[in-house]
T-cell receptor, first 114, second 115 residues
Framework: NAGVTQTPKFRVLKTGQSMTLLCAQDMNHEYMYWYRQDPGMGLRLIHYSVGEGTTAKGEVPDGYNVSRLKKQNFLLGLESAAPSQTSVYFC?????????????FGAGTRLSVL | AQSVTQLGSHVSVSEGALVLLRCNYSSSVPPYLFWYVQYPNQGLQLLLKYTSAATLVKGINGFEAEFKKSETSFHLTKPSAHMSDAAEYFCAVSAGGTSYGKLTFGQGTILTVHP
């Protein structure tokens, strides 16, 4: 029972490089989310998706793009990485529009931008 | 708009002592409230949630939290701390309606348990 799987687990980039983080869920959830976690700031929502082919901006979307071409996958892209994007990135999924429903999280991707 | 404030970025207790992690929220609509726990190098997992049923909510691993509307609080407690409780704890709020289940997290509280 995999749940939410994130790849890669670790990555080091140089300033200006690009990369894509992959999130895959096997629970047939409609909603998916990308967060970044920084010390003392909790988790902040970057982008989210309410279904295949739809995406929307969260709290801190600048410098990131996302795509949801398949229901089970949610990709987070950094076109030109900056040191300020050094963070731990978490993907989550949820199975309903209801606010009371639980989000299930992946194990995270640790990204360092030098 | 909604927000969460966790009082105390670090809490240290002795094994067997009471654990109290504080969370206050702000929401313009009746909120749904959550506590998540993050063990080192892992993702977040749900401890418990309040969804407008009973105000005292019991979660996993002996944790519970009480929703107090008058105090806009949702503090997390455990009567007797165990070494395995050492982790970072996050309080989160979600509004109803068309919020699409978006969560707003507090800053997190790191719990240390001493032998």
């Amino acid at each position: 029972n995999a749940g939410v799987t994130q790849t890669p687990k670790f990555r080091v980039l140089k300033t200006g490089q690009s990369m894509t983080l992959l999130c895959a869920q096997d629970m047939n959830h409609e909603y998916m989310y990308w967060y970044r976690q920084d010390p003392g700031m909790g988790l902040r929502l970057i982008h989210y998706s309410v279904g295949e082919g739809t995406t929307a901006k969260g709290e801190v979307p600048d410098g990131y793009n996302v795509s949801r071409l398949k229901k089970q996958n949610f990709l987070l892209g950094l076109e030109s990485a900056a040191p300020s994007q050094t963070s731990v990135y978490f993907c989550a999924s949820s199975d309903s529009t209801l606010a009371k429903n639980i989000q299930y999280f992946g194990a995270g991707t640790r990204l360092s931008v030098l | 708009a909604q927000s969460v404030t966790q009082l105390g970025s670090h809490v240290s207790v002795s094994e067997g002592a009471l654990v109290l992690l504080r969370c206050n929220y702000s929401s313009s609509v009746p909120p749904y409230l959550f506590w998540y726990v993050q063990y080192p190098n892992q993702g977040l997992q749900l401890l418990l949630k309040y969804t407008s049923a009973a105000t005292l909510v019991k979660g996993i691993n002996g944790f519970e939290a009480e929703f107090k509307k008058s105090e806009t609080s949702f503090h997390l407690t455990k009567p007797s701390a165990h070494m395995s409780d050492a982790a970072e704890y996050f309080c989160a709020v979600s509004a109803g309606g068309t919020s699409y289940g978006k969560l707003t997290f507090g800053q997190g509280t790191i719990l240390t348990v001493h032998p």
